[in-house]
């Protein structure tokens, strides 16, 4: 009987095992951590964007004078009248959309990202604006005038830049800056309050008390500088999407012209400081421009190879 007993007890306990071995919890594989994105390597892109532009102006007229030759202005109230002078300053608003495309390199360790880029954009920016100067005339007479009607463009502008900045996977925050490169165009007239001087008197133009005291018309290309900051967010493994801001600017611009013989203001028909006008020969005329820009714009952007990197 005790014999009996024994086997059944060990029978019991090998049915037992499996049981116990099923209810004790199985241990999972271990989790491999999500892929981190690369963003070193060769990329191309596009944007578009909107840039306010401004022009700061310095204008400058100076007529000799006719009998005395002289180049020196002259002053308010003065007895003799020297040269006639007009300086002035203004600004031109030069806003408008620009869109183009851009290429790089990207290098990155760890969490900072060093790279490369160049851009070149088509513009829309222009402005339209009148300057107007008075010049003094002699023995207290109302003084005469100068007015200026002209357009300034920014049809193309360029960069060259470096970009540093750190990542958090995909998230890029960076700054950029270097050489910046664009062409500004200028055109316009001016007209002076005055006669036509003909060398022995002065004569009134058919169109009234107004005579032409300039033309010009520059294309000019200039290299200045340019930095800014921007966020890019990777999409995928390859495409990625950013908005950018870029401070402009291309330095000065000097652009001269020739103003033709005249007799500013007072009455036209006599030559004589008692007819309130200054006879002039030919002088020159300049505007310098200081260009500068702000530049915000989104693009995308396209990265060859470089898949995924896992992380563990």
Not at 9 to 15: F, P
Not at 144 to 169: C, F, Q, S
Request: glycine share 16%; proline share 5%; net charge neutral.
């Amino acid at each position: 009987m005790k014999k009996i007993a024994i086997g059944i007890a060990a029978i019991a306990a090998l049915i037992g095992q499996p049981a116990l071995a099923a209810d004790m919890p199985v241990k999972a594989p271990p989790l491999s951590a999500p892929p981190i994105h690369d963003w070193t390597g060769f990329y191309v892109g596009a944007n578009v964007g909107y840039s306010w532009g401004r022009s700061n102006n310095d204008w400058s007229f100076n007529a000799p004078n006719a009998f005395t030759l002289s180049t020196v202005c002259t002053l308010p109230g003065a007895a003799v009248a020297g040269a006639f002078c007009v300086n002035g300053s203004d600004a031109n608003r030069l806003n408008g959309v620009i869109g183009g495309a851009q290429a790089g390199y990207n290098w990155q360790t760890g969490n900072f990202l060093a790279g490369i880029e160049a851009d070149i954009q088509a513009s829309d920016q222009k402005g339209n604006q009148t300057f107007s100067g008075l010049g003094a005339l002699p023995g207290g007479f109302p003084p005469g005038m100068i007015v200026a009607t002209y357009t300034e463009k920014l049809p193309w502008l360029a960069t060259a830049r470096g970009r540093i900045g750190v990542t958090a996977d995909r998230w890029l925050v960076y700054a950029t800056g270097g050489a910046a490169f664009g062409e500004v165009q200028s055109q316009g007239s001016a007209l002076g309050t005055g006669c036509l001087n003909l060398g022995n008197t002065c004569a009134v133009p058919a169109g009234g008390l107004l005579v032409p005291a300039g033309t010009w018309s520059s294309n000019v290309t200039r290299v200045g500088w340019t930095a800014g900051v921007g966020v890019e967010g990777a999409i995928g493994a390859n495409w990625s999407l950013k908005v950018e801001y870029l401070h402009v600017d291309l330095g000065s611009v000097t652009t001269g012209f020739g103003i033709p013989s005249q007799c500013i203001n007072g009455v036209c028909g006599g030559f004589g400081t008692a007819a309130g006008f200054i006879p002039t020969v030919a002088g020159t005329g300049s505007v310098r421009s200081r260009i500068t820009d702000e530049i915000v714009r989104v693009g995308i952007n396209y990265k060859f190879g470089g898949p995924v990197v896992a992380r563990y």
